[in-house]
């Protein structure tokens, strides 16, 4: 990785030369039970449990209860804070880094970009995740910062990826021209997962030119979410609709991913993190009876779910 704000596209085509290669994306097919994919899978739930890896978040003060919860559940640790300085001291510590841009104070705006250029500088992992990106001109300001030191995960749902794909004006191809790309889609998506592929695609093409190791991975969210690390699309059905009735569980998602890009590498830790959520919700509906306890069982779901059960989840795959 570069140490300056330029991409280091070495080793991978252009943004318009990859947009050529989208029609000729194969037929997903399951992931065998012996894919390697799914020993790095169990291996990183494994890791995070044994290791207890420090996953430092700047995320909303909505749901900053439960992506810390969440982070313990898993097995990792977490530190909350907001201070430039301190973030910057506790990456040498941390092992990834989380950054949610849901709640903004005036502060905000200068601060996170001078965090993302510090991480970038000091090659340090993070996840982003763009909270209701689209809505108002300081949102858009602090998600267009982190464009020339961006994030190593972009995790979202279907709107925040499309939404934060024409922010930082990337050149995806099925983007209509007539539509405003930067609307406005509150912290709930109003587009499906798969209408996010194209743009999860080639966000995840430019996040790697600056990636340590040229890995990066972005993770759209929705009743069958998209993983992909700009060359292979991974679909992982499941989970359960009760998660869109707690708040946060979208930015606790944000923040587990970050403990697992903690001990592995980004496209894993998307995955690995996605399919622990849809087991563990699966089983939190199961065991509950409305939204309160349902928040209840899932951080139980999360602590309690094998590595071979999170390992062995329907995952398909298709060339991107
Ligand atoms: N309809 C659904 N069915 C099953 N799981 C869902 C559904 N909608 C969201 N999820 C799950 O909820 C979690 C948060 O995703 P999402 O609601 O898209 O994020 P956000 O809260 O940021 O909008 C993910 O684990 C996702 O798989
Ligand atoms: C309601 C709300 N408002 C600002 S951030 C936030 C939480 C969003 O949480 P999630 O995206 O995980 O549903
Ligand atoms: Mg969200």
Redo the contacts with the bound molecule.
Sequence with gaps: MSTDASPDTSGNSSIVDDAKRFSAHTEATPLADDDHQRELIAQAVDSVRDTTPLAQSFTNFVTINLVANAQLAAGGTAAMSYLPDDIIDTAAIAKATYINVGTLLPFFKDALGNIARSLHAAQHPWVL?P?AAGIGRTRSAILWAFRSAPPTIV??????IIALAGIWDLNVPSADPHTDTTRPAG???VDD?DSARDAAIIMARYLRGYAPNHRAAVA??????LVTDGDTVYR?P???????KI?????S??GVTATYLAVTDPLTAALT??AL??RA?EEAERASHGPGSFQTAFLDALWNTTAQTVSQSPITAESA
């Design positions: 995740d909270v995790r979202g749902n279907a709107s925040e912290v709930e998506a997962v759209v969210s929705g009743a069958t979410d992982l499941g989970g359960s609709p009760m998660m869109t708040t946060g569980a979208g930015c998602l944000g993190a996605s959520y849809n919700s």
